[in-house]
């Protein structure tokens, strides 16, 4: 079966994007963009206060005023957040002559992509979607699948990303590379350790893991 979305997570880093709208929706799809660290301009007669706020406190780019296909000039990305589904589409059929991803708030059809429930335990990302369908089935999922993730999750992600380059130099066989991997995120005095915040023994542990599952395997 064909995939109706292609999932991607996208670095936004320091990275221009096109906000229009000035409402409830544009707040938050703002405090989204900011949290993934990118460079805001916001296009929208009126703001909101909480909007206002965030421009204020985020050095966020305003443009008073109705859109135009010039705002989308040096942006990444659109989203198209007013109430007037006219403007929307016209946000769209801008940014897609421009080629830029735009996401359309309450019309899918219209937008080049989507925005999922987010479960934010960064490194660790999950991103869940019903394709536009059913945004509230998304949310549910979010509950149920934030209920069952393991504890510690993202501390022995960070781990394992301070690790990797270690792994890589003292291994060049990938399967031997993939058992120790495998073996250290089921360890679970290793995540006992981790639970207690003991560096000590997480040190012990990893020394154990590299040692009896890298070196000697």
């Not at 769209?92 to 080049?112: G, I, K, T, Y």
């Not at 504890?151 to 022995?156: C, D, I, S, T, V």
Request: hydrophobic share 45%; aromatic share 6%.
């Amino acid at each position: 079966m064909a995939m109706d979305y292609f999932p991607i997570f996208c670095n936004l880093k320091d990275k221009r994007c096109l906000i229009v709208g000035g409402g409830q929706v544009a707040t938050h799809k703002a405090q989204g963009l900011l949290a993934a660290g990118a460079v805001l301009r916001l296009v929208a007669p009126d703001i909101s206060t909480e909007l206002e706020h965030l421009r204020v406190h985020h050095e966020i780019e305003w443009y008073p005023a109705s859109f135009s296909p010039q705002h989308l000039q040096s942006c990444w990305l659109a989203i198209a957040a007013t109430n007037d589904p006219l403007v929307n589409r016209q946000v769209a059929e801008a940014a897609h002559a421009e080629r830029l991803f735009c996401n359309v708030v309450d019309d899918p059809s219209a937008a080049s992509f989507i925005t999922p429930a987010i479960i934010d335990h960064s490194p660790v990302m999950i991103a869940l979607s019903c394709g536009g369908n059913a945004p509230v089935y998304s949310k549910i999922l979010k509950a149920h699948v934030t209920q069952h993730l393991p504890a510690g999750m993202r501390e022995k992600a960070l781990l394992a990303g301070n690790l990797r380059e270690r792994v890589n130099h003292a291994c060049s066989d990938r399967a031997r590379k993939r058992a120790f991997w495998t073996a250290f995120f089921q360890h679970a005095p290793l995540q006992q350790a981790l639970q207690q915040e003991n560096s000590v023994e997480v040190t012990q542990q990893v020394e154990w893991l590299i040692q009896h599952r890298l070196l000697s395997a």
